[in-house]
């Protein structure tokens, strides 16, 4: 928590919110799509479920309210969001820890492995999410409110460096 409390203050926090946003803020259910894909990028250095709400959730959750998604709906996509951090390399949770020494495999074949795991928890979310917006009418953001993908990577890249350091290390 304090780890995201400090990406908070930095802005990396929002950052990872605005490239979500201009990755997939313009598809149906913009909002919800938007909230899983930042669980997703800010999981990868968090590995914390708890953390990850507190990151993403405060801004994302009234976001999906806003262009009419149910409050419970919303809410729920941030929790299931925000549970598959633990599976995000590189960091990953402690469930990954307790993996590694009880199967005696190194961290780097955990985290190989795990990316298609995390790839369809993510898809299945991110398809419930699309047809629940089909069903609603939920059109995506609108232009105006969603950063362009070129400016957003190039003000925000260092924020890619830690990310780059853990997968090294």
């Known amino acids: ?3 995201v409390a400090m990406l908070q203050y930095t802005g990396a926090s929002m950052w990872f919110i605005r490239l979500a946003m201009a990755l997939t803020g313009r598809f149906a ?5 938007v909230a899983i894909v930042a669980s997703a990028f800010l999981g990868t250095v968090t590995g914390s ?3 990850n709400v507190v990151g993403t959730g405060s801004i994302t959750i009234p976001m999906m309210k806003r262009y009419g998604f149910r409050p419970e709906f919303a809410a729920g996509v941030e929790s299931v969001s925000s549970a598959g951090a633990q599976f995000v390399p590189p960091v ?12 005696g495999i190194s961290y780097f074949y955990l985290m190989l492995v795990i990316l298609p795991i995390v790839f369809l928890y ?6 419930q999410v699309h047809f629940e917006a089909h069903r609603l009418g939920l059109r995506g953001l609108p232009q105006e409110e969603m950063p362009r993908l070129w400016p957003t990577l190039k003000e925000g890249w260092p ?4 990310i780059a350091v853990l997968l090294y290390m």
């Open 92 to 103: 990953m949770g402690l469930a990954a820890f307790v993996i590694v020494t009880v199967l």
């Open 1 to 3: 928590l304090i780890f």
């Open 29 to 33: 259910g913009g909002p919800a799509k």
């Open 122 to 127: 993510y898809y299945a979310e991110f398809m």
């Open 159 to 162: 924020y890619l460096v830690p």
């Open 49 to 51: 479920p708890a953390a």
